[in-house]
DNA sequence: TGAATAGTGTCTATAAGACAATATCCC
DNA sequence: GGGATATTGTCTTATAGACACTATTCA
């Protein structure tokens, strides 16, 4: 088949050729006990049935690829507004069986206690840890396993997505604005140390952390503290 | 008009709803004396006659993102071989008057003198200085002016889409895999810096930025040194 | 010889890691 | 009081910036 021309050299018409389809994919992520986890849905029906994909969907006509990603975030996980940042776009020939489709992805990030209670699991809806690799920032396929510990295998190339994300969010760990998604609206230097240490898959020397993160200037101290621990309790924090 | 299905409840059919276009546009860059250049075509026709665009061209049916984008780099600008990277997809209902056009943008590194002699004057083709904004990533608009230092007016949102291109090169820009792209094979520790200058907006340091270079491990001597120079020729090195 | 740049060595300032000492909570 | 963690301060080490000095080329 010849390719279609350039788009400098024609005008129209657009439709004279085929055309892929266009969906988005969105990695729905959230922090839980130092673990990394991402809201996948078991399918029901076949290419893949059994296997975990992203929530996703098709493009609209009339949206942009931002309102198809929150659209989706909304019907499938209730997330109304969230961290939204796209990803990267896969387009494989034959990545999808069904026919030509072309995925925009996206990440959002969205603190546990959001989350809590919207993904239906009788939907197949299900919360799966991360295994989050050490260190380098790699890129490849990244496993995801049920909260029962078994590993899950994921739709089409939706292990190669979820390696992207995570690769992205490691880019992105020393922006307060981001990272802070993922948290309440005050916590402890603590608690910012073990996401971050979750993100990058590695342990982080704490006196360095603290210095860091209170001369970048990203924090402010509220002047209270936290409660209920069975120590001396640290002083909370918000985003400045 | 109703949204259509999510991804995971439908099987298909997948072409029942109204598909965006896709296209690819691709940002080819250069480094010329100090500044960053782009390859851009003068339009001929409408919408947009006359604005300056990146080489860009639909997506075939059979043939990926990728391929795509290498198949419009060599129809445009002949390069074969080079530095490829996907940026972004822009996907705003409006930003192309013809109709609902999607575009994976790209961006090419090709060394100044394998690009030389490529771009063709009778079919438009222009070698725009990128005016590099100051120091921060940015990430907006970027202005590309003509060799008489005219101000170009690019079509539809190409300035923002050359916007990301400078903003990720900068991200890469300690990656020697990535700046030796734009670079012949042996160079001096002098060109080098004064390509990260380029790229950065800012003047670097010498000293520190000859010991963190030589540090990186990335470069290795190759016992040869610059001729013809009228000074002290300095050593040639070549990525490792 | 003088101009210009390459390359080396040294000093200082800043940031990170290590570690000690004290403070504050619950039990 | 004992256990655990927060917070502060100090010392050491690694890296970056500044600057002086020597080396090498061409005019």
Redesign the pocket.
């Known amino acids: 088949m010849n390719p279609p021309p350039d788009t400098t050299s024609a005008s129209l018409p657009l439709d004279a050729w085929p055309r892929p389809s266009l969906t988005v994919d969105v990695v729905v992520l959230t922090a839980i006990d130092g673990s990394l986890h991402v809201a996948l849905y078991q399918r029901e029906i076949e290419p893949g049935a059994g296997t975990f994909a992203l929530p996703g969907g098709f493009v609209g006509i009339d949206e942009s690829l931002d309102e198809a990603a929150r659209r989706v975030l909304e019907a499938k996980a209730g997330i109304r507004r969230c961290y939204l940042e796209q990803l990267h776009t896969f387009g494989a020939v034959r990545r999808d069986p069904r026919g030509r489709v072309v995925t925009v992805t996206y990440s959002a990030l969205v603190p546990h206690h959001e989350l809590f209670g919207q993904l239906d699991p009788h939907k197949g809806a299900v919360l799966a840890r991360v295994v989050v690799p050490l260190k380098g920032t790699s890129g490849g396929a990244v496993r995801a396993v049920s909260p029962a510990g078994i590993p899950l295998l994921l739709f089409l190339d939706h292990a190669h997505i979820l390696g992207y994300a995570v690769a992205r969010l490691r880019v992105r760990v020393d922006e307060a604005r981001v990272v802070c998604q993922l948290l309440r609206r005050t916590f402890?230097?603590?608690e910012l140390q073990a996401l971050h240490e979750t993100i990058r898959g590695e342990s982080?020397?704490?006196?360095?952390?603290?210095?860091?993160m209170l001369?970048s200037g990203q924090f402010r101290a509220t002047g209270s503290?936290e409660m209920?621990?069975?120590?001396?309790?640290?002083?909370l924090y918000m985003l400045r």
Do not use: G, H
């Open positions: 402890t230097l603590r982080l020397n704490k006196d360095s952390f603290r210095r860091r001369a503290y209920a621990v069975a120590f001396r309790p640290a002083e």
